[in-house]
């Protein structure tokens, strides 16, 4: 059964009058919740937080499916979001996607089996300047190369 | 040359703290504004002409007297979404100068009466919003933020928003609606936000560098900033060079600057060896240039609206003569199709077919039908859905195929890139 911390909860709670409608707490909670259970959104946790929030339950439903930075399956300890946007695709980062997943024996969007990374393809980043780029966790790594960044996966601890 | 009005000192690691902000004249001009009358900043914003730089281009002054004259509460939003493929001016602004978007969100909301103010960023920019949100709490510690500020009778409240990543939450109503913890659907307008925005409230929206330059426009006066820029484009811009330069990065040039010196000149030009083949000028939603046309285009509202584009977030993506268009358009229309958001059904079938035909020219299954169906497709699309996603992504596809017709039909023909050879679809 999933539960947030107690922290969690003290979190939840003042987020609850942050904001002009409890509604807008909906998605700062989630984030929360995601982060307490290991990077995803499980059923069970939406269905948990939206009783904690006292709100509707497709209230939460509603956000976590539509928003990307939700996952609604499991990830990695490292969520790796590669950008294959234009700039970063001018530079290599289709590429370097494919060097990541093979160096790292993970298929794309699956979890690797030592439950270490994610490796997924996201949309620009705003770092087409320091292109290619890959987000790991909340932390950006820019102008990368394929070998770059794959010695930096493996050097994390 | 370069013109650092916004970005005079940006490159001051101390500028991201309040102490360091103070010392190179920050929150002065928030003293005088707040002795003004917020009528007269209203005017002296109209008078400098500035435009809204998240991509419409939208006289600021005027949207601001489309508030009712009365009604509480009223709000402001500062669009921090920046998600147009090829922009990173605003999170060059946010974590170098948290405090000069502060500033100059509280006189902007004192011109326009609101007590409650918003930032809406993007979900990925944390370090910006950690940035952020320690320099609202400086702010309040200061007494720039919170009830009666410096005495002037004047309250605000400032706070943070995290997007959860979401392209259409970049489009006003759209970052409405997810600020109010609803999926980010946009709305068809009007009611506009001005008159029914954030809880059905009078809400203004305007972007990073629009709000920062509105106190450089009180500090420095309307007349001294259209000294800079075009007549009918005031004032300087940022712009976000990436792709096929030396060196990539963000420029503030004044408008009318000609993109040949922009490429040339600010970003050292092109690898050696390489043609400059194409330029998208305003982000992946603006139409592209081919090289003839960038070479005499200067970037501002005027010209690159006469050119059939347009200058959108200011956004430049150099592509030179080694990538090939089809591939670079199948990556702009699988970014369409995975944005929309699905309400309006020529966005959300169109950008499907288009991803879908062009996946299949570089799959090497196009026919030469294929080509003309991109513009035929594309054309249905437009002016006919609630927002602008939709001829965002017509608008492109339909200028790849028509300037890069012979790359479409090399690849059907022959089943490979004219330039590339075989791509992995
Ligand atoms: C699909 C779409 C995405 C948009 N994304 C952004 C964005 O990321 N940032 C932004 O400031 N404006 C964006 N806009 C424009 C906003 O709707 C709005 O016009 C702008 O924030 C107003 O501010 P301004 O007048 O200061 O430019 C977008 C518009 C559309 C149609
Ligand atoms: S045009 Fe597209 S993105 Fe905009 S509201 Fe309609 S379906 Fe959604
Ligand atoms: S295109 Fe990759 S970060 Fe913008």
């Known amino acids: 059964m999933f539960e947030l911390s107690r922290e969690g909860i003290e979190f939840v709670k003042k987020e609850m009058t942050r904001y002009e409608t409890k509604r807008s707490a909906v998605i700062p909670c989630l984030f929360r919740v995601q982060k307490e259970n290991g990077g995803w959104v499980s059923p069970e946790s939406i269905a948990y937080l939206a009783q904690l929030m006292d709100v509707p339950e497709r209230w939460v439903q509603e956000v976590a499916t539509f928003y990307t930075m939700f996952n609604k399956q499991p990830v990695g300890k490292y969520h790796v979001q590669v950008c294959c946007n234009i700039s970063c695709a001018m530079?290599?980062?289709?590429?370097?996607?494919?060097?990541?997943?093979?160096?790292?024996?993970?298929?794309?969007?699956?979890v690797s089996k030592d439950r270490r990374y994610t490796v997924s393809r996201v949309e620009c980043l705003g770092s087409c300047g320091t292109a290619p780029m890959m987000q790991v966790n909340d932390d950006y790594y820019e102008n990368l190369s394929a070998d770059k960044a794959v010695k930096i996966l493996r050097e994390l601890e | 040359m370069e013109t650092k009005l916004l970005s005079q000192h940006y490159d001051k690691p101390e500028y991201v703290s309040l102490k360091g902000y103070l010392n190179l004249g920050g929150y002065e001009v928030l003293k005088r504004a707040l002795k003004m009358e917020p009528k007269a900043i209203i005017d002296e914003v109209k008078a400098s002409g500035l435009r809204g730089r998240g991509g419409a281009g939208f006289p600021t002054g005027t949207k601001w007297t489309f508030l009712p004259e009365n009604g509480e509460p009223r709000y402001l939003l500062c669009n921090a979404d920046e998600g147009e493929p090829g922009t990173f001016k605003d999170r060059i602004m946010l974590e170098r100068a948290p405090h000069q978007l502060i500033e100059g969100m509280i006189i902007s909301a004192f011109a326009v009466k609101s007590a409650k103010s918003y930032i809406y960023v993007r979900?990925?920019?944390?370090?910006?919003?950690?940035?952020?949100?320690?320099?609202?709490?400086?702010?309040?510690?200061?007494?720039?933020?919170?009830?009666?500020?410096?005495?002037?009778g004047f309250t605000h409240d400032m706070d943070v928003y995290s997007g959860a990543g979401a392209y259409i939450c970049g489009e006003e109503t759209g970052m409405i609606s997810s600020l109010e913890g609803k999926k980010g659907q946009p709305k068809l307008k009007p009611p506009f936000p001005a008159v029914q925005g954030y809880l059905a409230k009078p809400t203004i929206v305007n972007n990073v560098e629009t709000l920062a330059a509105v106190s450089l426009i009180l500090r420095d006066g309307a007349a001294a900033y259209r000294k800079f820029g075009t007549e009918k484009s005031p004032g300087t811009k940022l712009f976000s060079v990436s792709g096929n330069v030396k060196k990539p990065g963000v420029y503030e040039v004044p408008l009318g600057y000609p993109l040949a010196d922009l490429i040339q000149v600010e970003c050292g030009g092109l690898d050696?060896?390489?043609?400059?083949?194409?330029?998208?000028?305003?982000?992946?939603?603006?139409?592209?240039?081919?090289?003839?046309?960038?070479?005499?285009?200067t970037m501002d509202y005027e010209c690159l609206q006469g050119m059939g584009t347009m200058l959108g977030s200011g956004?430049?993506?150099?592509?030179?003569?080694?990538?090939?268009?089809?591939?670079?358009?199948?990556?702009?229309?699988?970014?369409?199709?995975?944005?929309?958001?699905?309400?309006?059904?020529?966005?959300?079938?169109?950008?499907?077919?288009?991803?879908?035909?062009?996946?299949?020219?570089?799959s090497g299954e196009g026919r030469l039908q294929d080509v003309d169906l991109i513009p035929r497709v594309s054309r249905q699309m437009m002016g006919r859905t609630?927002?602008?996603?939709?001829?965002?992504?017509?608008?492109?596809a339909i200028s790849f195929v028509e300037k890069f017709r012979d790359e479409f039909e090399f690849f059907v023909r022959e089943g490979r890139s004219k330039v590339k050879g075989h791509l992995h679809a």
């Open chain 2, 386 to 396: 609630i927002c602008a996603l939709s001829d965002a992504a017509a608008m492109p």
């Open chain 1, 91 to 110: 530079a290599g980062g289709r590429e370097m996607t494919d060097k990541i997943c093979q160096s790292l024996g993970v298929e794309e969007g699956a």
């Open chain 2, 272 to 297: 050696p060896g390489r043609r400059l083949k194409a330029v998208i000028p305003g982000g992946s939603s603006a139409p592209v240039l081919t090289a003839e046309e960038a070479m005499k285009a």
């Open chain 2, 123 to 152: 979900g990925e920019y944390q370090m910006c919003i950690r940035k952020l949100e320690k320099a609202i709490r400086e702010a309040y510690d200061a007494g720039f933020l919170g009830k009666n500020i410096l005495g002037s």
């Open chain 2, 315 to 362: 956004a430049v993506i150099v592509i030179d003569d080694s990538n090939c268009m089809v591939d670079l358009l199948k990556v702009i229309m699988h970014f369409y199709h995975h944005e929309s958001c699905g309400q309006c059904t020529p966005c959300r079938e169109g950008t499907g077919w288009l991803h879908k035909i062009v996946h299949s020219i570089v």
